[in-house]
């Protein structure tokens, strides 16, 4: 069964409440504050918002590029497909600001899906290139994003299962395990996570098979490094433990 929000903190980490109905979406590992890589009003006056039901197709692979989008809320997957119809997940953007839908061709060379209800900003390709301003803000977020790809090219080419896994989770923290990350919040280190992937998605965007995912989750538990209670929930016991799995460390 799917989940209804992705990669959601439930519990802020400075201990506050969370505002009902709003999303607290984690920012990648590394990544700037939105602010310093927010529009300014001019550059979103150039695009169209557009809200989103979960599981809504902005492009797919093939169709003409003639927009560029930037998130507003929510979470978007990008994705490839193989002939013979296997997949593979190559971008996973939850961060307020990440940038998608660039093609150096006429078409789009992936496809584009919501994995919870959120917003986008739409740009005209042709507006994007006759701003400067535009484009060299989105070329700022851009990249951002190339250093988290880095990351990513690192974990499918040398991460075991665990770490693979234990990185994906990670990501969905805000502020920790990257740089700038301030360390355990006091003896409860804890978040809670919703995770908006399936077993399947999470296999697809990190190189593994559905099983080897459903392993990994159940040997998480069984260390006593994570819990799921009866609504879904993912809670991390030890963030600084978590993380310490990654490998990166």
Do not use: N
Request: hydrophobic fraction near 40%; charge should be neutral; glycine fraction near 8%.
């Amino acid at each position: 069964m799917r989940s209804d929000a992705g990669c959601q903190v439930l519990a802020p980490t400075d201990g506050a409440e969370a505002k009902p109905g709003r999303s607290q979406f984690a920012r990648p590992q590394g990544r700037a504050p939105e602010s310093a890589l927010a529009l300014e009003p001019e550059c979103e006056a150039e695009g169209q918002r557009r809200r989103l039901s979960q599981h809504v197709h902005l492009f797919r692979e093939g169709d003409p590029a003639v927009q560029v989008y930037r998130l507003v809320e929510g979470a978007v997957m990008l994705y490839k497909l193989l002939p013979d119809g296997r997949r593979s997940i190559v971008e996973v953007l939850i961060a307020a600001g990440d940038v998608f839908g660039i093609s150096s061709l006429p078409i789009h060379d992936c496809s584009a899906e919501t994995l919870v209800a959120g917003e986008v900003i739409a740009y005209d390709r042709t507006a994007v290139e006759r701003s400067p301003e535009l484009s060299r803000r989105i070329v700022a977020r851009l990249h951002t994003q190339f250093c988290a790809m880095h990351d990513h090219a690192l974990l499918l080419s040398r991460k075991t299962a665990l770490e693979r896994v234990t990185s994906f989770i990670m990501h969905c923290i805000p502020g920790r395990g990257g740089f700038g990350c301030p360390g355990p919040r006091g003896e409860d280190d804890s978040a809670l996570i919703r995770l908006g992937m399936t077993r399947e998605e999470m296999a697809d965007y990190l190189g593994l098979t559905f099983e080897t995912v459903s392993r990994v989750f159940s040997e998480l538990r069984r260390r006593g490094a994570v819990s799921v209670d009866s609504h879904g929930r993912l809670c991390v016991k030890d963030v600084c433990r978590m993380c310490e799995l990654t490998g990166a460390h």
